[in-house]
């Protein structure tokens, strides 16, 4: 086997990597190096197996100090004649195995095939994170892709038809498939997403024993074979995966990250299944959600949508759940005032307004500046919030500001002469603008010179009182929640 020879990246562990190197050469996988451009100190190559067409790319960035891998699946030589059916499920049955290992992959097949065939697709690691640690845990999740991509290929030799089963050096899927066999069972998915059979790659292979559709343009792919769905199942079933009803679909959060599926293309799953047979519950069907497209697991049938079904459509999600949360919170669970502790706990009401602050759509990140009686220059929070030309009337555009924040937790009305210094402070930390919540009441006094300050300077400057915390916790009910011994909500 060919070592690696690191060079100047010298920040990786040896035993780590030493360890990659024993399974790449229990696997047969080969390192090859592959050239970088420039200045660049990173180290590129290719690690490839005669035991599976799925290659990776390995680059030990110098910029990142991280390991980023891309997986590529390549079956041209294994099998002649079209595999589009090869690079199709083998990539699905991939990045099936893969999500059941705690790492969430995409996948995107070449643009470069021509008439409707495909026979190479890259896949992405994207979560829980795009790249690994360069330590054995890191190296260690290699491990497991290279492992993964063996046992994905050699799953395709279990054919169902049993004198086809074969687990020989030399035996490979066979050429031989069948269009026109494939053509009563797609009739009734092209009457289902109402389509020509020109537009569409369909066929029959006999070894495997399987039948395979896929329009790519639309990005929806289905398979029939109880061992490929088998194999899926399997894969998944020690996913510690919770489902949250949502809004629109519904949430997924595991160890491979978060993700969200429309209730539409579960639907659309589930109808395209009975057209094809299958009797199932609109919630019975086994779904895996990666980055940009959904699985759903039939009882022979598989079913693939290309849907947005990542980090971000989950995010979306939640924020729809969240809006949906408060006006449930204020129509059923009305709180008509509040009770606070005497004295109010300094350090517990910090970490209650910055509660509240992450919840302003304006404000991107809240930070509290250390100890809350550590000598700290006169802050208490570091808030990173976008401004608004309605805001502030010299800008012209949104603009995210580096805002100071204090915290006064007392019962008594706050008066100037307890908020000194702001100019001072705010320049002192480089701040852009000021905030203030008291626990109870702003003199008029204050009031005024918070307003004064913000007219001459030109910065951003807000302040809440005991009123508008209340409004917040009214609709952050679950965060009044959390402080039970210094404010609780009185109902109706």
């Known amino acids: 086997m060919t070592r690696v020879g690191f060079g100047a990246v010298d920040w990786i562990p040896r035993p780590a990597w030493e360890a990659l190197e024993v399974v790449a050469a229990g696997l047969c996988f080969e390192f090859s190096p592959q050239a970088s451009g420039g200045e660049d100190k990173s180290l590129h190559f290719k690690l490839g197996s005669h035991q599976t067409p799925i290659a990776f790319a390995v680059s030990l960035r110098d910029d990142t100090r991280r390991i980023h891998v891309l997986a590529s699946v390549n079956p041209k030589f294994f099998i002649s004649a079209d595999r589009t059916d090869i690079t199709s499920i083998l990539t699905l049955g991939f990045a099936t195995a893969v999500r059941g290992q705690g790492i969430s992959a995409d996948w995107f097949f070449d643009e470069s095939f021509a008439g409707g065939e495909v026979d190479l697709a890259f896949l992405t690691f994207e979560q829980p994170v795009a790249s690994f640690a360069p330590d054995r845990e890191g190296v260690g999740k290699i491990c497991d892709l290279l492992m993964l991509a063996v046992l994905t290929w050699r799953a395709f030799f279990q054919c169902e038809n049993t004198e086809h089963m074969a687990y020989g050096e030399h035996s490979v899927p066979s050429g031989n498939f069948d269009f026109v066999a494939a053509e009563e069972w797609a009739k009734p998915i092209l009457r289902a997403l109402r389509l020509s059979s020109g537009k569409v790659n369909y066929s029959r292979r006999h070894c495997p024993q399987w039948s395979h559709f896929v329009d790519l343009a639309r990005g929806t792919t289905i398979v029939k074979s109880k061992g490929f769905v088998r194999f899926c199942k399997r ?75 990542g980090r971000i459509a989950f995010d979306l999600e939640r924020e729809r759940v969240r809006t949906r949360h408060l006006v449930e919170s204020e129509l059923l669970f009305p709180a008509s005032r509040f009770e606070w502790a005497s004295p109010i706990p300094d350090d517990k009401f910090e970490e209650l307004i910055c509660e509240l602050l992450g919840r302003e759509a304006e404000v991107v990140r809240v930070r509290k500046s250390g100890p809350t009686r550590q000598a700290d220059a006169g802050r208490d929070l570091l808030i990173d919030w976008v401004i608004s030309p309605s805001r502030q009337s010299d800008l012209s555009e949104p603009a995210t500001k580096r805002v100071i924040g204090q915290c006064k937790a007392m019962r008594d009305t706050v008066g100037k002469s307890k908020v000194r210094d702001i100019v001072d402070t705010v320049e002192g930390h480089d701040g852009q603008g000021f905030f203030l919540a008291v626990a109870s009441e702003a003199s008029s006094g204050l009031v005024e010179y918070l307003d004064r300050i913000a007219r001459s300077r030109h910065w951003f400057v807000d302040w809440w009182t005991r009123i508008e915390i209340e409004e917040r916790l009214r609709r952050h009910k679950d965060i009044a929640d959390r402080y039970p011994m210094m404010v609780s909500a009185k109902h109706p």
């Open 235 to 309: 894969s998944i079933e020690r996913l510690a995966e919770k489902r949250v009803a949502g809004v629109s679909g519904t949430m997924f959060v595991s160890n491979a990250g978060k993700h969200f599926v429309a209730s539409r293309d579960s639907r659309l799953g589930l109808r395209l299944l009975r057209a094809l047979g299958e009797q199932h519950a609109p919630n019975s069907i086994c779904s895996v959600a990666f980055e940009q497209h959904v699985l759903f697991l039939g009882d022979e049938h598989a079913v693939s949508l290309f849907r947005g079904c």
